[in-house]
């Protein structure tokens, strides 16, 4: 049975982390002086969040990192029970609560273990008191390592007690060292458009580029059109082309065709074509102005379609408002 391969790749330690050097050269002095704050991680999905976690304790503890290394979900027991502990169950049927691990004392030399909360940011503000209040009695013994999304969703009492490390996406290059180093490993033949389709579909999410990238492999000849079709997205250029119609040739009719057959033929949504476009859009050699009223009507019609609005009336709506920016436009030329 083949391993996932986010799994059997996942960094054993801070080295094999790509993509974010400072906070790998903060931790690896963290890990040289044999000390460590509690720490948020912040950052969006995919960006080595808890690998970094779970690296900076494989190196702080080596072999017994396990037993001094706990990992809750906080998405999952978001409430006060995870943190205090099921006080009204029978002991057998207690999960273990963040406060009972905390008075646990470490059997190691360093003389404190990790908890590591990932998705924090989803625990309740009651949890959360409960945690400050835990921090603080349990700190000589245990760290803390919470994993958010945004830091913000975290009260102030613990982003006072805690450093804070900004994971950012992973850069298309970074990404591309990794897919390339796993290809090494696998013994895949991959070429650069294949590794540049997956590191734009994957939007940084490097978590997501290997899911692709080994869904590609299993589906048999890794080519950009595969990519494509398990990502369940469309070629960037058949937004580009699109774009190009409605923004820069005004062909309104034309263009509504064109969309209408991608969303039938090839089950493309609303929204996918909106963030389609926007990618298109952002990476668009035009006038700067034009450039702006596009992206509002982009942003007008991403709105509308997440308030549940009819997809096809707004993405015609959208098509409109771009075939009207480049009739304005061309009215000024003349």
């Keep these: 049975m083949n391993p996932i391969w986010i799994e059997k790749y996942r960094p054993a330690n801070l080295s094999e982390i790509f993509g974010q050097d400072d906070n790998v050269s903060r931790l690896k002095a963290f890990v040289k002086s044999r000390e460590l704050p509690h720490l948020i991680f912040s950052g969006p999905a995919g960006t080595g969040k808890t690998s970094a976690a779970m690296a900076v304790a494989i190196e702080l503890f080596g072999e017994s990192w396990k037993e001094n290394f706990l990992e809750l979900n906080a998405s999952n027991n978001r409430g006060i029970n995870v943190i205090r502990g099921h006080e009204d169950r029978e002991k ?10 905390a008075r646990i004392m470490p059997n190691n030399p360093l003389g404190f273990k990790i908890i590591f909360m990932d998705e924090a940011d989803q625990l309740t503000p009651d949890a959360q008191a409960a945690l400050r209040r835990t921090m603080e009695i349990y700190s000589s013994t245990t760290r803390f390592i919470f994993s958010v999304n945004y830091s913000s969703q975290i009260i102030p009492p613990i982003q006072s007690r805690c450093v804070v490390m900004r994971f950012r996406l992973v850069a298309p290059d970074d990404m591309k060292k990794k897919l390339r180093y796993i290809a090494e490993k696998e013994k895949l033949t991959v070429d650069d458009e294949v590794l540049d389709v997956i590191a734009e579909e994957s939007e940084g999410d490097l978590r997501k580029a290997l899911n692709i990238f080994q869904s590609a492999h299993f589906a048999g000849k890794i080519t950009p059109k595969t990519i494509y079709e398990i990502s369940g997205m469309v070629s960037g250029n058949e937004f580009r082309k699109v774009l190009s119609m409605a923004l820069q040739n005004g062909l309104f009719n034309e263009t509504v065709d064109e969309v209408e057959n991608l969303m039938v033929s090839k089950g493309v949504s609303g929204m996918d074509v909106v963030r389609g476009m926007h990618s298109a859009l952002r990476r668009a050699s035009i006038d700067p102005l034009v450039k702006i009223k596009a992206l ?10 997440v308030e549940g609005s009819s997809d096809k009336i707004q993405i015609d709506a959208l098509l409109a408002r771009m075939a009207e920016i480049h009739a304005s436009t061309q009215g000024q030329k003349e």
């Design 296 to 305: 509002i009507a982009l942003g007008e019609a991403e709105f509308r379609l």
């Design 92 to 101: 057998s049927d207690r999960q273990v609560s963040v406060k009972d691990y």
